[in-house]
Every structure is written in structure tokens, then in C-alpha cells.
């Protein structure tokens, strides 16, 4: 059987080293952190995040989605902050039953490393930071507290996130290896809503909150102990930003200004603006994502995406699943299945780099609007009169399964016709009123 080196134990790789283990490989995983399950939870990343139904496919099928979902909190819309504190809820489908759900990263990553565990083949070493890859080989060169080691095996498999080293090691050694990463002009900060003195949540559970301010916006997701996670995206440059936000005063008076009805909440809001770091938002594309049958690029290693789509682990999860059938549907000939995972995947993967930072105008800015709310309503009548005929891209993506960039077309056709339709509308509505006129 053949034997696979994975570098990065994050929230795919203990996923896709579950995987393996099933098929009967021999996995060594190699994560450059302490174990998540000794309390070292991954500074500077987001404490909670949103899974949808591609995730908890994944998590089915590989027997754990009960036990992964059980502390997760259903979010059924969207709350939208006002400056006035006024509240305004927007469902996220007709049917009310369809909802993402807030989970915590750290327990997440717990779930999946145990999963990995449960098979004798895979075995998980903590503590140490791969270098580069010799691709060829393959072999990973790593670095512990004791020493430099290496890793040799048939495959490496990069599940090691945006930054990943391995791709960088098959940049430095794939002609003509295409690589593009562009970075959003916002970086993001966590900042927290204690709960109340009851242990109960100060906000409305279970919704996804959102204070859209046109060119920021800050959200909340809550976590199971009562608390919410914000996350506030704001530009790092210019005249009210990061960099020009330096003093607990001026914090202060951005967020009276900007979040008036949180700032009650948020009695650790200096100090948390203050020591928690300031993330940034990348998108990275590259292709090929194998060589040969020696290396392949799994989850934000191959695709990392801007997080306003809450899909980036969910298409990392999705792509564990399509990597597992094509080790299947190819009897054992990796080189056969990492061309084909590849074909099916990438595609995807760009159409969701798309999908992801348009969504983000949409939350800071169009949530806010008459329009869009307008929108989200016609959205959900012509679902509920088409039934499976019309799907807004949000449920395409959200809660079904159906290939991103087959979503994104099938929502601008839709889209075309819906407008031609009100036009259409529009223009006999006043040809019969100038008639009427005319008679
Ligand atoms: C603010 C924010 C909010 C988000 N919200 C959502 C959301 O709501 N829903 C959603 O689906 N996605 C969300 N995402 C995206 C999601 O976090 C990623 O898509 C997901 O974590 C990708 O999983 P991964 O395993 O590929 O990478 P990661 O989770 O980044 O894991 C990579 C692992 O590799 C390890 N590693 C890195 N380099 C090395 C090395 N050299 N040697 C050894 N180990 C290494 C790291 O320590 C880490 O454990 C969000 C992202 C951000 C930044």
C-alpha cells in the first residue's frame, strides 16, 4: 500500500488524513503546531466559523458529522445592525429549516485529528514545521525542537493552508508552475461579546450578525459558551483605518460612531483591539496542483479565498471528498487521480475566489439596503413558486452541493431572465396605461 507524507494538520488535513486511513494507506501527518487538544487554539485565525451542507457532507461521510455538529449553532439569517441599533432580520432560504451553523475551530480540528487516529495506519506528529519538499522524491525536510528530520514516503500531500511549503516547493521546481495571490485591501480583527452574567447570549443566537457599513463591516457569530466572536473588516490604509487607529480613544470613538448598540457589549473591546492581531484576506490561485504522483495541494493550499462566502474549509472539506473518489474511481494510479481531482476541482475553486470577494461588497455594503432586502424577498417568492426550477446563488452554494461554477451560471442566467421579466413587465404595464390614456 502505498504511503502518504501530509504536511499540515488543520482543518483539512486531519480531515483528508481520516480519508486515507479508511482506504488503508499508511499517513504520516506533520503539523507544524502542539496539538490543538492541549488548549493551543490557532492564534490570529478565526475562533468560529460557518459550516454548510458541502461540509457536513464531508464530515458524513466519513462517519463523524454527528459528533463534529454537536456544539454547532444553527444561524437561520442574517441580522442586520443599523447605526440607530435598528435590527432588521433576512432569512437565508425560504425554508426556514436551512440554516449554516457557527463551530469552533479548535473543536473542529480536535473531531478531525481524532477521526485520522482512530485508523493504526495514520499516525500524527505535532511540533513539526516543514521547510520544503524535494518533489521529486518525494521527500519533506522538517524542523523540530530537537533537530532537522525528514519525511519520505510516495506522495506529499500539501494541506499546510495559504502559505503553504509545499506549493512554494513546487513553485521553486514545476516550468511554467502559475501562481497568482492578490490581497484585499481590508485586514480583519476579533474582537469579543462576553455572554451575560446568566451564561446566556446578549445578542439573538442563532443568527449571523452583521453591521454593514458600506466600505467596512464587522459580524458576529456565537459560540456555544454564550459568547459571540466579532470579526471587524476594515481597511489597513487610509484616513479612518488600522493604521490610523492607534490610541484606546480613538477605538473608542470609531466604534460609538460605527457599532453604537455593540460597545455595551464589548467591555474588553480596548484591550482586545489592542492585543489581538490584525489579520490579512488573501486569494491564491495556482495550477497544476500535483506533480506527477509525487505531490498534491489540498484545501487553502491550493485556493485559499476571501472568508465572506463562509466556504473556504467547506470547498476545503469538498475537495477531501472528490480527492477520495478519484483515489477510488483510479484503482491506485495516483498520478490518474490527482489530473482528474484537479480537472474537477479547479474550475470550482476560481469561480468561488469570484463568488467570495463579490459577497463581500454585498455584506459591508448592499445588506444595508432597501433593495437588497427587496431582492432577497423576490429571491425567496420565485423559489417558493418555481420549487427546484429557481434557486438563489446564495442557497446554490450554501445548501446544495452543486459545482461552484455550475452556481455562479446558473445564477446569471437566472438573474437575466428575472430582469428581462420585470422589464417586460414594466413596459406593458405603461403601453396599457397609455392606452387606457389614449381612450
Ligand atoms: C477570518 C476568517 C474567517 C473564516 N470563516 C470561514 C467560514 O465561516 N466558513 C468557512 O468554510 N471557511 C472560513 N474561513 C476559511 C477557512 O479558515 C479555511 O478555508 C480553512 O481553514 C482551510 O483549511 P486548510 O486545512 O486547508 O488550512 P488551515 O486550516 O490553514 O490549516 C493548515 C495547517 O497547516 C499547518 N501548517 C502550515 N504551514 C506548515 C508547515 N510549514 N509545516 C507544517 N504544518 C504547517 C498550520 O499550522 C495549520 O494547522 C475563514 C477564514 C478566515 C481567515
Redesign the pocket.
Known amino acids: 500500500m502505498s504511503k502518504f507524507v501530509l ?7 486531519g480531515l483528508l488524513a481520516a480519508y486515507l486511513g479508511r482506504r488503508g494507506y499508511e499517513v504520516d501527518l ?4 502542539a496539538d490543538p487538544r492541549e488548549g493551543n487554539i ?1 492564534g490570529g ?2 475562533i468560529n ?3 454548510s451542507t458541502r ?1 457536513i457532507h464531508a464530515l458524513e461521510q466519513i462517519g463523524i458529522a454527528e459528533e463534529a455538529m454537536q456544539h454547532a449553532i444553527p444561524m437561520r439569517g442574517r441580522m442586520i445592525h443599523n447605526r440607530a441599533g435598528e435590527l432588521h432580520f433576512s432569512p437565508y432560504d425560504v425554508d426556514p429549516k436551512k440554516c449554516i451553523n457557527s463551530i469552533g475551530r479548535a473543536a473542529l480540528n480536535s473531531t478531525v485529528i481524532e477521526a485520522a487516529q482512530r485508523y493504526s495506519n495514520v499516525r500524527v506528529h505535532f511540533n ?4 520544503s519538499v524535494d518533489i521529486d522524491s518525494p521527500v519533506a525536510h522538517l524542523e523540530t525542537a530537537s533537530g532537522s528530520v525528514t519525511a519520505s514516503g510516495d506522495t506529499v500531500i500539501g ?7 509545499v506549493r512554494k516547493s513546487m513553485q521553486n521546481t514545476i516550468a511554467k508552475f502559475q501562481y497568482d495571490e492578490s490581497y484585499l485591501a481590508h485586514g ?1 480583527k476579533e474582537l469579543t461579546i462576553p455572554p451575560g452574567p446568566d451564561g446566556s447570549w446578549r445578542m439573538e443566537k442563532n443568527a449571523l450578525h452583521i453591521w454593514p457599513r458600506k466600505s467596512f463591516m464587522m459580524i458576529a457569530l456565537p459560540n456555544p459558551d454564550g459568547s459571540f466572536t466579532c ?1 471587524l473588516f476594515w481597511e489597513f490604509e487610509g484616513p479612518r483605518s488600522f493604521a490610523t487607529t492607534k490610541t484606546d480613544d480613538d477605538v473608542r470613538r470609531f466604534f460609538e460612531e460605527e457599532f453604537p448598540d455593540a460597545v455595551p457589549l464589548m467591555p474588553d473591546l480596548l484591550d482586545d483591539f489592542r492585543n489581538n492581531p490584525t ?1 490579512s ?1 488573501v486569494t491564491v490561485r495556482c495550477a497544476p496542483w500535483s506533480y506527477r504522483d509525487k505531490t498534491c495541494l ?4 491550493a485556493h ?2 476571501v ?1 465572506f462566502y ?7 472539506f469538498e475537495d477531501c471528498v472528490v480527492l477520495d473518489e478519484c483515489l477510488e474511481e483510479s484503482s491506485g494510479n495516483r498520478e490518474r487521480a490527482f489530473t482528474e481531482y484537479f480537472r474537477r476541482r479547479k474550475e470550482n475553486a476560481d469561480a468561488l475566489a469570484d463568488l467570495a470577494i463579490r459577497n463581500f461588497i454585498e455584506m459591508r455594503d448592499k445588506t444595508a439596503s432597501k433593495t437588497f432586502r427587496a431582492k432577497k424577498k423576490l429571491d425567496h417568492a420565485l423559489e417558493a413558486a418555481l420549487p427546484g426550477k429557481y434557486l438563489p446563488l446564495y442557497t446554490m452554494v450554501t445548501f446544495t452541493r452543486m459545482p461552484y461554477a455550475k452556481a455562479a451560471k446558473r445564477a446569471q442566467i437566472q438573474d437575466s431572465l428575472v430582469y428581462a421579466s420585470l422589464i417586460l413587465i414594466a413596459a406593458v404595464s405603461i403601453t396599457a396605461m397609455l392606452w387606457l390614456l389614449a381612450t
Open positions: 504536511i499540515g494538520s488543520g482543518l483539512a488535513g506533520y503539523e507544524r503546531r490557532v485565525r478565526s466559523l460557518a459550516i461540509g513539526h514545521k516543514c521547510t494541506v499546510d493552508g495559504a502559505f503553504s511549503a480583519y470579526t489579520g484576506l489540498v484545501g487553502d493550499a485559499a479565498v472568508p463562509g466556504q473556504g474549509m467547506n470547498a476545503a
